[in-house]
């Protein structure tokens, strides 16, 4: 498809929209990876706000390739369910294309391990303690508990560039949602089951899922959410 694709799947309040004024640097600085939510709805009218203010983001020849579902309440509920116990079943699933290296090498594979040590230092979790650390990773599919969860698709017809396309597409989205006092978190690892999220969709089986995104207001009490991870800022 050539044009940004809006799917909605509940209602939502008349509550009314609130936009903050923040400079760009401002709102770079100040999203980060949310993992713990409020219970409160997200009004249908901000979470199409945000989406048409992504769609501005640059992509080739302008192919727009992003393809959105927004899916909430008893669809979210009955869709993350089906993905938890797919997962706790011991299917891993297999994403549409290789997110991460075969091989991890460093510096990347320290990054990694310095990320999953900070998660489960802040929660108190111990390295040996495999069932809170699988019990955390399946927070992922509930979205942490998000009220929208975000899924993206692409056409299979689209080769690498429409990825980067899609990355400022995403980017675009979580500085949006910053604007409107939201919080949000990239999950690669939904994109591991599309055989699941698909056919709840009805998404095409040939189209690819390319990641979703927790969507809501942060839970500034929890814990999970007290941590920022390090950004390397040496340059040459």
Not at 53 to 76: E, F, I, M, Y
Not at 152 to 168: I, N
Not at 189 to 218: F, Q, R, T, W
Request: glycine share 6%.
């Amino acid at each position: 498809m050539s044009h940004t694709t809006i799917v909605i799947y509940a209602g939502y309040g008349n509550d009314k929209i609130h936009i903050e004024t923040m400079k760009v640097t401002e709102a770079l600085k100040q999203r980060k990876s949310v993992r713990a939510f409020l219970n409160k709805e997200v009004n249908k009218k901000i979470i199409n706000s945000i989406l048409e203010a992504a769609s501005h983001a640059p992509s080739g020849v302008n192919t727009q390739p992003w393809q959105v579902a927004v899916v909430t309440g008893d669809k979210k509920q009955a869709l993350q369910e089906q993905i938890e116990n797919a997962f706790r079943s011991g299917d891993k699933g297999k994403a549409d294309y290789p997110y991460y290296p075969e091989k991890w090498q460093e510096p990347y594979k320290s990054r990694r391990k310095a990320c999953g040590l900070q998660l489960y230092s802040a929660l108190g979790i111990a390295r040996g303690d495999k069932q809170l650390q699988l019990d955390q990773w399946a927070a992922n599919y509930r979205a942490f508990g998000a009220p929208v969860m975000l899924l993206f698709f692409l056409d299979s017809v689209m080769k690498t560039g429409s990825f980067l396309d899609y990355g400022m597409f995403l980017q675009s989205v979580m500085l949006s949602a910053v604007e409107h006092g939201l919080a949000s978190c990239p999950l690669a690892s939904l994109s591991n089951y599309p055989h699941i999220i698909k056919p709840a969709l009805a998404y095409p089986n040939d189209s690819l899922l390319v990641c979703g995104m927790a969507l809501g207001y942060e839970d500034k009490e929890a814990i999970v959410n007290s941590y920022r991870t390090p950004r390397v800022t040496t340059f040459s």
